[in-house]
């Protein structure tokens, strides 16, 4: 085992922690994933991450096989796939947390309620037709609604976020989680205003240039 992927096993198992800490899964619930060379390196099934160890994460390639490792999570397919198909992305998360699930529950996608949509890579949050877990169609499916995305709801289930490596996908994650509850509270109280496609791109060049400064 390199001394890179040792990091990546730390790295993986840290996000792990996070998301319980912050209430983002719960027990055994939601995964997540890193690029690792030319394969990745994935949450274990069905083990809480009280329990888990860097040495518990599973190292597959990208044509699904295992080479290092126990069980992978039953949601491997769409980290693969994501992986195998966005150059872009380093690390894919997967949540069950509370406000996404619910607009999932309700199969809404998330509108531009608030500019830090953008933060999810465009107007929207999409949210998926609802599969089976674990399964292919599901994965096809998330691959869809990340189209230009950094993020996406899977109908009846929760949501995915991606970043350009386990920090920035957490990051996307609290930030979608937000963003869903705002939502969520907003209807309660009424009909929001929601910003405009000039409003929004008005707000994608204003990140470029604050990147551009950073």
Request: charged share 20%.
């Amino acid at each position: 085992m390199s001394s890179g992927e040792d990091g990546l096993r730390l790295e993986l198992l840290d996000a792990s922690q996070r998301l319980l800490d912050q209430g983002l899964n719960r027990g055994t619930s939601g995964n997540a994933a890193v690029r690792c060379g030319d394969g990745i390196l994935i949450t274990p099934s069905a083990m809480s991450v009280a329990k888990m160890t860097p040495a518990d994460m599973v190292r597959m390639d990208l044509n699904g096989n295992v080479l290092c490792g126990g069980k992978p999570t039953s949601e491997w397919r769409f980290h693969r796939d994501i992986l195998a198909n966005r150059p872009d992305v380093g690390a894919v998360i997967h949540t069950h947390s509370a406000f996404a699930t619910t607009l999932a529950c309700l199969r809404k996608d998330v509108p531009p309620v608030h500019y830090m949509i953008a933060a999810a890579g465009g107007n929207t949050i999409r949210c998926t037709p609802y599969a089976l877990f674990g399964e292919q169609t599901l994965s096809d499916y998330a691959l869809s609604a990340l189209e230009g995305r950094k993020a996406c709801l899977l109908a009846n289930h929760g949501m995915i976020a991606l970043g350009s490596d386990l920090t920035d996908a957490l990051t996307v994650t609290i930030e979608v989680e937000f963003l869903c509850e705002l939502y969520w509270r907003a209807l309660q109280a009424g009909e929001p205003h929601i910003l405009t496609s000039q409003q929004m791109h008005d707000v994608q060049e204003k990140f470029v240039d604050y990147k551009k400064c950073t």
